[in-house]
């Protein structure tokens, strides 16, 4: 999660995470979309409209997990600005999903913790 009108991550939370991420990515022929929203009306700070602060967070995750070696060619980078805003949910927040590239080859089952 982000503060309000900021692609600074609101806690340190995401390093543990983005390690899990990145050692999934480099054992498993996978696809990762990075995904960034933001609040509904929230705004960059640094002047800026809901969906180029959605881009700001989406990228600056996208950086990190590249700089920490995942292939750029791995990872694909969207955002929504503030049209998937959820009412009453913290909607500042980049989200993860995995696609998988081979799909004649059975899945690994991950538990969520």
């Given at each position: 999660?982000?503060?309000?009108?900021?692609?600074?991550?609101?806690?340190?939370?995401?390093?543990?995470?983005?390690?899990?991420?990145?050692?999934?990515?480099?054992?498993?022929?996978?696809?990762?979309?990075?995904?960034?929203?933001?609040?509904?009306?929230?705004?960059?700070?640094?002047?800026?409209?809901?969906?180029?602060?959605?881009?700001?967070?989406?990228?600056?995750?996208?950086?990190?997990l590249i700089k920490r070696g995942v292939?750029?060619?791995?990872?694909?980078?969207?955002?929504?600005?503030?049209?998937?805003?959820?009412?009453?949910?913290?909607?500042?927040?980049?989200?993860?999903?995995?696609?998988?590239?081979?799909?004649?080859?059975?899945?690994?089952?991950?538990?969520?913790?």
């Amino acid at each position: 999660f982000f503060k309000q009108g900021s692609t600074s991550m609101a806690n340190n939370d995401i390093v543990p995470i983005l390690k899990k991420l990145i050692n999934l990515m480099k054992d498993n022929d996978w696809t990762l979309f990075v995904e960034g929203y933001a609040d509904s009306g929230e705004k960059w700070t640094k002047g800026g409209d809901s969906w180029d602060l959605s881009y700001r967070r989406a990228i600056e995750v996208t950086k990190s997990l590249i700089k920490r070696g995942v292939r750029p060619g791995k990872v694909t980078t969207v955002f929504y600005g503030d049209s998937r805003a959820k009412s009453g949910d913290l909607n500042r927040k980049v989200e993860f999903i995995l696609r998988k590239r081979d799909l004649k080859t059975e899945g690994k089952r991950v538990t969520p913790k």
